[in-house]
């Protein structure tokens, strides 16, 4: 069984940065596809960002993309999300997933394991 834990959420005002942390343990960090998605009060689990194992395919959401940027170290288990120039829009739980098959996906059931989340609140 494969444990996700985030970090790094928080309040910040309209326009500034936060970046989310999730590391893993419990299986092999190499072999996962992480993903990253968000859920808002009375919304769906929405998709934001995917990783491959291998770090080779990365996605971003079309409506983040150039505020948003993905990223992992294998040596620390550790997936990141940065998030640039936020807005009221993008407060929200983020989300961090695993999954098995080693590419990440849009979908959010193809993913194995979740974390529990963590809370971003932004500030107009």
């Known amino acids: 069984q494969v444990q996700l834990v985030e970090s790094g959420g928080g309040l910040v005002q309209a326009g500034g940065s936060l970046r989310l942390s999730c590391t893993v343990s419990?299986?092999?960090?190499?072999?996962?596809?992480m993903g990253w998605f968000r859920q808002a009060p009375g919304k769906e689990r929405e998709f934001v960002a995917t990783?491959?194992?291998?770090?080779?395919?990365?996605n971003v959401a079309d409506s983040l993309k150039g505020r948003f940027t993905i990223s992992r170290d294998d040596a620390k288990n550790t997936v990141y999300l940065q998030m640039n120039g936020l807005k009221p829009e993008d407060a929200a739980v983020y989300y961090c997933?695993?999954?098995?098959?080693?590419?990440?996906?849009?979908?959010?059931?193809?993913?194995?394991?979740w974390g529990q989340g963590t809370q971003v609140t932004v500030s107009s």
């Open positions: 997933g695993a999954d098995g098959s080693g590419w990440g996906d849009h979908i959010a059931s193809a993913y194995d394991s």
């Open positions: 419990g299986r092999p960090f190499t072999t996962y596809g």
């Open positions: 990783i491959s194992w291998r770090g080779s395919d990365v």
